[in-house]
Nanobody, 125 residues
Framework: QVQLVESGGGLVQAGGSLRLSCAAS????????MGWFRQAPGKEREFVAT????????YYADSVKGRFTISRDSAANTVYLQMNSLKQEDTAVYYC??????????????????WGQGTRVTVSS
């Protein structure tokens, strides 16, 4: 079982930046895929970005491509989401998640077995 703890959320003005962190504990295999998802009020949880635990491949939702960067530090067992040029529509609770097998391009929430508690990001005008 993998435990995930997110941090780094907060209030930021539109155009600003935030970096989210996801600290992972437990047994993480090299085949794992780590992902960031978000859920805005009244909306379903949606995919943001994924990265292989090896760190060699990443994948982004079109809505964040070019603005967000996912990365991981295997020595620290931490995955990051650098968010730049934030927009009001990025306001959501951001969740870290992991799955043990499968492609990082398979992004439906149902295939991710471990989730963090979420960290709130609010982007003001």
């Amino acid at each position: 079982q993998v435990q995930l703890v997110e941090s780094g959320g907060g209030l930021v003005q539109a155009g600003g930046s935030l970096r989210l962190s996801c600290a992972a504990s437990g047994r993480i295999r090299s085949t794992y895929v780590m992902g960031w998802f978000r859920q805005a009020p009244g909306k379903e949880r949606e995919f943001v970005a994924t990265i292989t635990w090896k760190g060699d491949t990443s994948y982004y939702a079109d809505s964040v491509k070019g603005r967000f960067t996912i990365s991981r530090d295997s020595a620290a067992n931490t995955v990051y989401l650098q968010m730049n040029s934030l927009k009001q529509e990025d306001t959501a609770v951001y969740y870290c998640a992991t799955k043990s097998v499968g492609s990082l391009r398979v992004t439906h929430v149902s295939v991710y077995s471990n989730w963090g508690q979420g960290t709130r990001v609010t982007v003001s005008s």
